[in-house]
């Protein structure tokens, strides 16, 4: 029995689809199990204790009543069921579930021949029983003209469309853009939600190897979670043709992944599996799901991607959920979290001192408390290439690692050169890393080359439609190349998602700044030091100032309300700039030799920022770009 039919609905047992009037209806792990187990005796009662012992193996702990009843109430919301008035699922108090429709399992009885019938019946060739051959069907044995004869009809045919069309088969389109949406944590533990977001991670890493597909980054896929949208809008948003949605159950150091590749216009079930590892395999399991799906939708794949994707090596188990947990911190891009993630990396590698993704986010980690001046970027750099040195020493063909190895050339050694080697080499590696094309996007600013800086960051929007982060990155380098109208328009893209998002209203400041437009970045320039400080007596003392000077004195006023910050030099680069707005140019250069002293990364976009228009005939501004390695370009 393949099929059971109830009230207009339609189950697939061995595809776990429940459809209903042509409409798939997406249906999680345990609530598929639960109908499938009351559909086995409808009518009849299911106890609470067959139901647990059938969804959670022995060794698990969870609030199983809990647990259950969640799982009976999402499998009767996808039904429109309801406990008070129940069509389908009745509930016997402290007892169970039993299934009250009426049931079609839609099967047909082959009619049986007696043996004597079956020796006798007419065929017009020998059939002969071959042997079963373990791990597949068993197989029929047929006259070679036979093969011959069906094998012409094949080649005839050999065009996929026009043969699906003539065995009646529906043609789906091909698939060439993916998300893998975020992974539902079905573990009894909230606390576990970070384990789930690190499994679509690592999913989506491993996939984005696959140079065929377009990949989108869980940076903008994230923001679906939780969501009862359509798929069909869903994948609108994030332009793919399909999604790939599922589960991941932890119990110990077991876990179970049940996947579904959905195509989303139309939306239509393509393929589900579940997988089962032990946590140290769990690297092992992840690149076996990437090549089922690659399978599934007819990706070819390079020697090389298949070498990568079969090469991870089991992992200790509490070194990668510290790993996992560092992750979980890292991508909320706040100071206090970078410190959190980077105690949990180098947990990781305590535990386990080869899992090269560990050594990663030690290296990102301090590369982005580096670039905040959180820990001073001499100390922060060189302890991020100790940790990517190891990596790569471990595995050279990381493009994790060489990613990272890049962003510290070029934001801290200002070796452009190797910086661009490294980048190119990351994208060959990993072609669906957005981050990795938001970098040598960065590169090619430094260098003036805006055509291919924008052709670069317009990839890792594709890749990443709805990073905040990388549409603000956009911005600048738009405003570097002088397109203020351009900028203004992917700034305020980002305002729209997040009104309160601080790169970009920085960005939008500096831009409206450079059209003369000064009441507008004022606003902005006030807002964004709101977020960072939340001083009302500040503000309204650079909303003075501005009235009566314009950004000038605000610029003044906003020196001498911060001196202690100013102290200790962390914000030599951003001085500078003030002492330049206020017209006072010694001054500012003195503050950009402290920033080149202190590495600041800003420092690598001096000679395209127009910012620095009023220096760029100074001697001095020409001996800074020879010594940081950027050209002089003509403005």
């Known amino acids: 029995m393949e099929y059971v039919r109830f009230a207009g609905f339609e189950l697939n047992l061995r595809t776990a689809e429940l459809r209903s009037n042509g409409s798939i209806i997406r249906l999680p792990e345990q609530p598929f199990q639960i109908l499938k187990a009351l559909l086995e005796r409808p009518g009849e009662l299911v106890s609470r204790d067959d139901l647990i012992k059938r969804l959670w193996p022995a060794d698990t702990f969870v609030d199983f009543d809990h647990s259950l009843n969640k799982a009976v109430n999402k499998l009767r919301d996808a039904l429109g069921d309801s406990s ?34 079956m020796k006798n019946a007419s065929s017009p060739y020998t059939v002969e029983a071959a042997p079963a051959i373990p791990g597949s069907r068993a197989r029929t044995r047929v006259p070679a003209l036979a093969v011959a004869a069906a094998l012409a009809v094949l080649i005839g045919l050999s065009i996929r469309p026009v043969r699906d069309r003539l065995l009646g088969r529906s043609v789906a389109p091909p698939i060439r853009a993916l998300a893998v949406l975020p992974l539902e944590n079905l573990s009894a533990d909230p606390e576990q939600d970070f384990f789930a ?85 769990i690297l092992v399991l992840q690149g076996e799901l990437a090549q089922a799906i690659a399978a599934t939708i007819r990706v070819k794949l390079t020697p090389e991607e298949q070498t990568r994707l079969a090469s991870a090596r089991p992992v200790d188990p509490e070194a990668y959920q510290a790993y996992l947990k560092g992750q979980y911190f890292f991508a909320r891009f706040m100071p206090e979290d970078e410190l959190k993630a980077l105690t949990y990396f180098q947990k990781s590698v305590e535990k386990d001192p080869t899992l090269v993704l560990a050594y990663v986010g030690i290296s990102s980690a301090y590369q982005i408390l580096g670039n905040m001046e959180v820990v001073l970027p001499k100390v922060a ?93 956009f911005c600048r380098f738009l405003f570097y190349a002088r397109r203020y109208d351009d900028a203004l328009t992917q700034c305020k893209a980002a305002l729209e998602i997040d009104p309160n998002f601080l790169l970009a209203l920085l960005n939008m400041g ?126």
């Open 197 to 281: 977001d690190g499994m679509t991670e690592e999913l989506t890493t491993d996939l984005g190897k696959i140079s065929a597909l377009r990949v989108i980054s869980r940076t903008s896929v994230i923001q679906f979670k939780g969501t009862r949208k359509p798929l069909s809008e869903i994948g609108r948003e994030l332009g793919v043709d399909a999604v790939i949605e599922g589960t991941v159950t932890r119990s110990g150091n077991h876990v179970r992944i049940t996947a579904n590749l959905v195509q989303v216009s139309p939306e239509r079930h393509l393929w589900a599996e579940t997988y089962e590892s032990d946590l140290g395999d």
């Open 84 to 117: 008070e008035n129940p069509r389908f699922i009745e509930t016997l108090p402290r007892r169970g579930y039993r299934f009250v429709g009426a049931v079609d399992t839609g099967a047909v009885k082959a009619p049986e021949l007696p043996v004597e019938q």
């Open 510 to 635: 500096a831009v409206y700044k450079a059209m003369g437009k000064d009441s507008e970045a004022h606003k902005l320039f006030v807002k964004a030091d709101t977020l960072l400080c939340n001083n009302p007596a500040t503000n309204a003392a650079m909303d003075r100032a501005f009235a009566k000077s314009g950004l000038r004195g605000e610029a003044l006023t906003w020196i001498e309300l911060n001196k202690k910050q100013i102290e200790d030099g962390r914000i030599s680069f951003s001085l500078a700039l003030l002492y330049l707005d206020c017209g006072r140019k010694d001054e500012a250069f003195a503050w950009l030799e402290k920033a080149y002293e202190r590495r600041s990364f800003e420092m690598i976009f001096l000679a395209v920022n127009p910012k620095w228009d009023p220096l760029r005939s100074d001697p001095r501004f020409a001996d800074l770009l020879r010594r940081i390695g950027l050209p002089k370009l003509s403005r």
């Open 381 to 473: 750099f060189p302890q991020g290439n100790l940790a990517i040195a190891k990596a790569l020493e471990i595995d050279p063909h990381s493009g994790e690692a060489h990613a990272s190895r890049a962003w510290g050339l070029l934001y801290y050694d200002w070796d452009f050169a190797a910086s661009q080697k490294e980048f190119k080499y990351a994208l060959e590696l990993n072609p669906n890393a957005a981050s990795t094309h938001q970098g040598y996007a960065n590169y090619l600013a430094t260098l003036g080359k805006f055509p291919e800086s924008v052709a670069e960051m317009k990839l890792a929007l594709d890749l990443d439609p709805l990073s905040l982060v990388k549409m603000s990155d």
